[in-house]
């Protein structure tokens, strides 16, 4: 796994263990009992992870949120808001889930930026010319089906559309913030113009 947690013990900080975490801004949100859900957003999403060996992607998420001990209520179902983040219905996590993908699978992500990047210019470029072709339009089937299939294998085949409306979401609002406009104004307004994160340190 990238983040080996199998010897981490109960009330070890995953943030203190993994101290380049703290460099992005989506693992400092104000989230309740964060060691547990970061280990689970790992053993969800990881590559190395042992937990992808259950295929059905509800199946394995309730079987790493019952092995990192996500509290139950006296039915035996999880509380309610652990039901939301399971659901893809808590933004925080999500966005957390989103930056772990972009860490692992940084030529994917970049991939799936680009295609989006594309169809929108060919959306825009269609809505101009108020006119399709049926090879255009094949095109644009090929690229929405392209999306898909990236965005599946960002998130270890993870469909749920919250999820994955966040994830475009998160990749429109970086737009917006490496824009020249948003730049000018930061610079105008004489605030930082981007919080640098630099290449996270390897852990020794």
Request: hydrophobic fraction near 40%.
């Amino acid at each position: 796994m990238k983040f080996d947690i199998s010897d981490l013990e109960e009330g070890d900080s995953i943030l203190a263990r993994f101290p380049m975490l703290r460099n992005y801004k989506e693992f400092n949100a104000p989230i309740d009992d964060i060691d547990r859900v970061l280990k689970w957003i790992f053993l969800c999403y990881d590559r190395g992870s042992p937990f992808l060996r259950e295929v059905n992607i509800n199946q394995r998420k309730l079987k790493a949120a019952s092995y990192v001990g996500f509290e139950r209520q006296e039915d035996g179902r999880f509380l309610p808001d652990i039901e939301d983040i399971l659901k893809g219905k808590n933004n925080d996590v999500n966005v957390m889930v989103i930056r772990f993908a972009w860490l692992f699978n940084n030529p994917l992500y970049a991939l799936l930026v680009a295609k989006l990047e594309f169809l929108y210019k060919f959306t825009v470029r269609m809505a101009t010319d108020m006119k399709m072709t049926a090879k255009e339009a094949n095109e644009a089937d090929e690229i929405v089906a392209t999306i898909t299939k990236i965005s599946d294998e960002l998130f270890m085949q993870d469909t749920n559309i919250n999820l994955k409306d966040d994830l475009f979401q998160h990749i429109e609002q970086e737009k917006i913030e490496f824009s020249p406009e948003h730049i000018a104004l930061k610079i105008k307004e004489d605030k930082p113009v981007v919080k640098l994160r630099g290449r996270p340190k390897k852990q020794k």
